[in-house]
């Protein structure tokens, strides 16, 4: 039995380091970390940012 512990410790721990560099190297090659453009091509003075409008009474 003694024989076997050294390599299946070995495996055990070689799998579980490759698993967890697959996990992160996936998930930094997918994670999305870009800021979005932003839409300046509207008209200022038209705008309703931080104006509230109820219609007209």
Do not use: C, H, W
Request: aromatic share 6%; glycine share 14%.
């Amino acid at each position: 039995m003694a024989k076997f512990l050294g390599p299946g410790l070995g495996s055990a721990v070689i799998g579980a380091v490759l698993g967890a560099a697959a996990v992160f190297g996936v998930t930094a090659a997918v994670q999305d970390n870009t800021r979005p453009e932003i839409d300046r091509s509207g008209n200022a003075d038209s705008s309703l940012l931080n104006q509230v409008e109820y219609g007209s009474r």
